[in-house]
């Protein structure tokens, strides 16, 4: 079955960084363009940055260009987010997803604060 698993969440300073990853089974992973997802506390669930299926082609929400980087290793079935510049605003529980289907991970708590 698919299974999506993140890693990488945890405590950061404002202005410093993380790396996200995503380790995907069950399907061909280098077939489906993937996303990265993130949910604040009493806010939606917002797309953060999408990759293409052979890694061409990235796009990133405004509130992240500049900052968070996402790139994929489809002879690993993983997909990263670097995240760079973090911001308090950045808190959110980080989610990768599989473009244009309802496949999810569990999630990944990033907080950033002092």
């Known amino acids: 079955q698919v299974q999506l698993v993140e890693s990488g969440g945890g405590l950061a300073q404002p202005g410093g960084s993380l790396r996200l990853s995503c380790a995907a089974s069950?399907?061909?992973?280098?077939?489906?363009?993937m996303n990265w997802y993130r949910q604040a506390p009493a806010k939606e669930r917002e797309l953060v940055a999408d990759?293409?299926?052979?890694?061409?082609?990235?796009n990133y929400a405004d509130s992240v260009k500049g900052g968070f980087t996402i790139s994929r290793d489809n002879a690993k079935s993983m997909v990263y987010l670097q995240m760079n510049s973090l911001k308090p605003e950045d808190t959110a529980v980080y989610y990768c997803?599989?473009?244009?289907?309802?496949?999810w991970g569990q999630g990944t708590q990033v907080t950033v604060s002092s």
């Open positions: 069950g399907f061909i992973f280098s077939n489906f363009a």
């Open positions: 990759v293409s299926s052979i890694g061409s082609t990235t």
């Open positions: 997803k599989i473009g244009g289907y309802p496949y």
